[in-house]
T-cell receptor, first 116, second 112 residues
Framework: GAVVSQHPSRVICKSGTSVKIECRSLDFQATTMFWYRQFPKKSLMLMAT?????????EQGVEKDKFLINHASLTLSTLTVTSAHPEDSSFYICSAERGREGIEQFFGPGTRLTVL | GDSVTQMEGPVTLSEEAFLTINCTYT??????LFWYVQYPGEGLQLLLK?????DKGSNKGFEATYRKETTSFHLEKGSVQVSDSAVYFC???????????FGTGTRLQVTL
């Protein structure tokens, strides 16, 4: 159990377009989901924390209007990269916290975004 | 703020060699500590964890002991296999916000 999926796994888009990435908890309800960005040879950087039914909490330095997060249900959170630019190219990873256990997050396989 | 420092990789070992990947942390109080593993093309998976000082987490032959006095959580395995080739991340969880702080990751390459 505790499987998290992401879709798409890879996406290539033109500069100026918007891209939506989905994160789903397949076999459990996730009250809290997290979005990370992973740079090459660097660590995962937390972008935002998303709670079902409420606004996401963004980390310092992350543009809210650039990275739109919606957590509409207990099994789905979406990240939309608006007006994407080449510098937004990265590996985006989501994780989900099962119920209110708090201690463990389950990670999706990631989405590779390339902006041309 | 909280931070995690890992040894830089890549680490290249022959099969059956002993593995140590160092991890130290900076945090106030008593964070929970984790090792995650990322196999090629896959997401992060929890490898092991420890929630209090002197706890030893273990899984799949890997071990790490939560050392409060040295603020360390070094990952060890007595005999690595080719299938252990992956990137290993040390992380800590602190406070009530469930925010994980990750190290930069250490790539392990095991050869025959």
């Amino acid at each position: 159990g505790a499987v998290v999926s992401q879709h798409p796994s890879r996406v290539i888009c033109k500069s100026g377009t918007s891209v939506k990435i989905e994160c789903r908890s397949l076999d459990f309800q996730a009250t809290t989901m997290f979005w990370y960005r992973q740079f090459p040879k660097k660590s995962l950087m937390l972008m935002a924390t998303s709670n079902e039914g409420s606004k996401a909490t963004y980390e310092q330095g992350v543009e809210k209007d650039k990275f739109l997060i919606n957590h509409a249900s207990l099994t789905l959170s979406t990240l939309t990269v608006t007006s994407a630019h080449p510098e937004d190219s990265s590996f985006y990873i989501c994780s989900a916290e099962r119920g209110r256990e708090g201690i463990e997050q389950f990670f999706g396989p990631g989405t590779r975004l390339t902006v041309l | 703020g909280d931070s995690v420092t890992q040894m830089e990789g890549p680490v290249t070992l022959s099969e059956e060699a002993f593995l140590t990947i160092n991890c130290t942390y900076t945090a106030t109080g008593y964070p929970s500590l984790f090792w995650y593993v990322q196999y090629p093309g896959e997401g992060l998976q929890l490898l092991l964890k420890a929630t209090k000082a002197d706890d030893k987490g273990s899984n799949k032959g890997f071990e790490a002991t939560y050392r409060k006095e040295t603020t360390s959580f070094h990952l060890e395995k007595g005999s690595v296999q080719v299938s252990d080739s992956a990137v290993y991340f040390c992380a800590l969880l602190h406070g009530t916000a469930s925010k994980l702080t990750f190290g930069t990751g250490t790539r392990l390459q095991v050869t025959l």
